[in-house]
């Protein structure tokens, strides 16, 4: 039976350096970020709060806010407000409440 490819073919895929994120990376991240704080407010706050928090810090790259602070200071505020609330509520839910 025929070889369909050629044995010698050898397929190469491209992969972009890991350098820095480029700004619309960032920007996106911003984004998420502020989306998933937004719907940790409503439903699943342990797990949308921290997903919150680490876009907001992958979005600022460690070195500032950049061109758009307002979606990164969104992400960040409420992943922190969220998971707090998180935190409080989970605590709560002891049968003898938060300070037993």
């Given at each position: 039976m025929a070889r369909l490819t050629h044995p010698n073919r050898t397929h190469r895929t491209y992969r972009a350096p890991a350098g820095p994120r480029r700004a619309s990376d960032?920007?996106?991240l911003g984004i998420?970020?502020?989306i998933c704080g937004i719907v940790g407010l409503?439903?699943?706050p342990i797990v949308f709060g921290p997903v919150a928090i680490l876009c907001g810090w992958l979005a600022m790259n460690g070195r500032g806010f950049g061109r758009q602070p307002i979606p990164v200071i969104i992400a960040l505020t409420l992943g922190?407000?969220?998971t707090v609330l998180a935190i409080i509520m989970l605590a709560g839910s002891r049968p003898g409440g938060l300070f037993i």
């Open positions: 960032r920007a996106t998420v970020g502020a409503v439903a699943l922190i407000i969220v």
